[in-house]
């Protein structure tokens, strides 16, 4: 295999699901190619192992898709030994919160963007998850969810406090200050403020 070759990314313009490994390519400054699709064309399906997206593929050709698995192999082989949880406590509770994020929160935001869900849903996923999220920041003994160090499970709790904004729910979330603080700490890293002022927008809205 050619071990010289970039990891790349695959996703549709949107940002629901591709927007997790996206954010944390670019926080993580790696020099990825970037693949913006609008179909899954039958040949490209084919590779997919579940015929969907997303799909990263790392410099040495392996690849893989589920954004969850993405994003933790991504972190496992590119951040610091810590951002996936210092114990084996924390390592539960990073993970914890990466599940309730990418399938009680963001899916359920985007459903109910598209009109599949009704808007009530978030009468109870904002206080539910964005409440639990501040509280967990807010007793905690640092400025992180696992105290004064930064995991994967803080980049996807910001990613999902920043795609609610983007949805228009920003009056809900004013009360959530801890979670407020967290955004500007992640959006104070230049990858990420690249990546957020130069990502092409989808006219879809979500
Ligand atoms: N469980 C998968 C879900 C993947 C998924 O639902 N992908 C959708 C986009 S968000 C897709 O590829 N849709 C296009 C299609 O099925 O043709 C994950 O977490 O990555």
């Known amino acids: 295999m050619d071990q010289s070759q970039k990891p790349s990314f695959t ?14 390519l670019n926080y993580l400054d790696i020099d990825f190619e970037d693949k913006y ?8 399906r084919a590779q997919l192992k579940y015929g969907q997206v997303p799909y990263f593929v790392d410099n040495d050709g392996f690849s893989l898709t589920q954004t969850g698995p993405i994003i933790r192999y991504i972190a496992s082989k590119y ?51 964005f409440g639990s999220f501040e509280k967990s920041l807010a007793s905690s003994t640092g400025k992180f969810i696992c ?6 499970a ?11 904004i983007y949805l228009g ?29 130069t990502r092409p927008v989808s006219e879809k809205g979500i």
């Open 79 to 129: 951040a610091n030994a810590d951002f996936l949880g210092k114990t084996l406590k924390d390592k539960a509770i990073v993970d914890e919160t990466i599940n309730a994020v990418l399938t009680d929160v963001v899916l359920q935001g985007y459903k109910v963007r598209k009109g599949v869900e009704d808007i009530k849903t978030l009468d109870t996923i904002i206080p539910r998850y």
């Open 37 to 44: 699709i609008d179909k899954i064309e039958d040949s490209f």
């Open 169 to 197: 729910h920003s009056e809900s979330l004013t009360s959530y200050t801890h979670l407020h603080e967290l955004k500007a700490h992640f959006e104070s890293n230049a990858g990420i403020q690249k990546y957020i002022t």
């Open 11 to 24: 996703y549709f313009t949107v940002l629901v699901l591709g927007q997790f490994p996206r954010f944390l």
């Open 154 to 164: 803080d980049l996807c709790v910001f990613i999902a406090f920043h795609y609610f």
């Open 147 to 152: 105290g004064d160090y930064v995991t994967l």
